[in-house]
């Protein structure tokens, strides 16, 4: 794409001499060589991480556990998989944008705030966390969740990726088992 004087880099895929495809990103820039006004491209090979784009790509589309990654800068979700969004009962990934984790979350101790300090502290140590939180789905049912966060590098930027499993039936029946046992008076 030429904007003005100035072409944007792009990517494409080169074949070579054993007919194998490589991928190279191209950045031209302008440049005055010999008094003449040329245009002088920079490329570099860019296979390997195409190859594991497509990986990352297969996993995240391909697990059958709810995935959310978020932006340890903003603590803004960045993307979403497939059973992510059956989980919690949003199929548009802006409207999960717009909610965030303040909206996505349902009682009083499952804050936005509470949330960006777990994605912050999952980044400055370096350290993977589990933690139990609570949501509200779209239909307005209320699920327990434990959440394990890791930081994670995805397409060359910082993220923190979360894995979801819901435990909703289980503290259930914790809290069932509670009653009872504080309610029996032998």
Known sequence: V???????????V???SDGEPVWIEVNPTRAVIGGEDRFVAISRDVTERKRREREYEQIFNGVKDPIAVFDPETGEITE??????E????????MIRELGIEGLSAGERYTGERGAELIREVIDTGD???VEWEVETASGDRRYLDITLSPAVIRGEERVLTIQR???ERKRREQEYEQIFNSVQD
């Not at 979403?80 to 969004?85: A, L, M």
């Not at 989980?87 to 802006?94: H, P, V």
Request: hydrophobic share 25%; glycine share 8%.
């Open 2 to 12: 030429m904007r003005g004087e100035d072409i944007d880099p792009y990517e494409q």
């Open 80 to 85: 979403v998989n497939g059973p992510y969004r």
């Open 14 to 16: 080169l074949e070579t």
């Open 166 to 168: 819901d435990v909703t």
């Open 128 to 130: 993977a966390k589990t």
């Open 87 to 94: 989980m919690i009962g949003y199929d548009d990934l802006e």
